[in-house]
């Protein structure tokens, strides 16, 4: 999707402020060039003051892009284009950030992704902020085998406590939207967006 743009979007700086591997793969895969950059902000929103979780998602995302943008518009040269996400999955409303026993779940990921961008207008920086949400069906799973899952020690550093792309994808009866977007990124919204900050010179 990207490939039309790719040469010249691989002759900017581009920034990933995250240090997420598996951000960081999917982005390559797509064959975009950039460094990482992680954000020092320190993820302790009060989840209970928000009014969703996609609420508290997308503050939390804008807040670790902020992090990593005030840093580097210091700089004389900024970068054409940084990056930052952050993941949650919920289920009723409520924000699971490490495994649980859980049988016949339906839950939701939720992706916010933030683009910056510099620009003339003050503050120096455009931001662009867009979410994307996946439903995933858990199957009808024996504490046994939550259990062994656990074990593997896998999901002890997965939103929601499962990796879609590992062990876990037979945890999985179905999803309902972006499968990237459980991994951690919405790569086909991202490249829409990029299209519309970068677009196809004619």
Wanted: net charge negative; aromatic share 8%.
């Amino acid at each position: 999707m990207l490939q039309p743009i790719l040469k010249s979007l691989n002759s900017k700086r581009i920034v990933l402020a995250s240090s997420s591997p598996r951000r960081k793969t999917l982005l390559q895969n797509i064959g975009l060039k950039f460094e990482v950059i992680p954000s020092n902000f320190e993820e302790n929103l009060k989840k209970d003051t928000f009014s969703s979780p996609l609420a508290y998602v997308n503050e939390t995302a804008k807040q670790k892009m902020l992090d990593v943008v005030h840093r580097l518009y210091k700089q004389d040269s900024p970068p054409d284009l940084i990056i930052g996400a952050d993941t949650i999955v919920t289920m009723e409303n409520e924000i699971f950030e490490k495994p649980a026993s859980r049988e016949h779940a339906t839950e939701w990921v939720f992706t916010s992704v933030v683009l910056a961008t510099p620009s003339e207008a003050d503050p120096g920086y455009a931001l662009v902020q867009f979410h994307a949400e996946t439903e995933v069906n858990m199957g009808d799973l024996a504490p046994e085998i939550i259990q062994a899952y656990v074990d593997t020690g896998e999901p002890m550093d997965k939103a929601g406590g499962y990796g879609i792309q590992a062990l876990g994808c037979n945890l999985i009866s179905g999803i309902n939207g972006d499968y990237f977007n459980v991994i951690g990124f919405p790569l086909h919204q991202f490249s829409k967006e990029l299209l519309k900050l970068f677009p196809i010179s004619g």
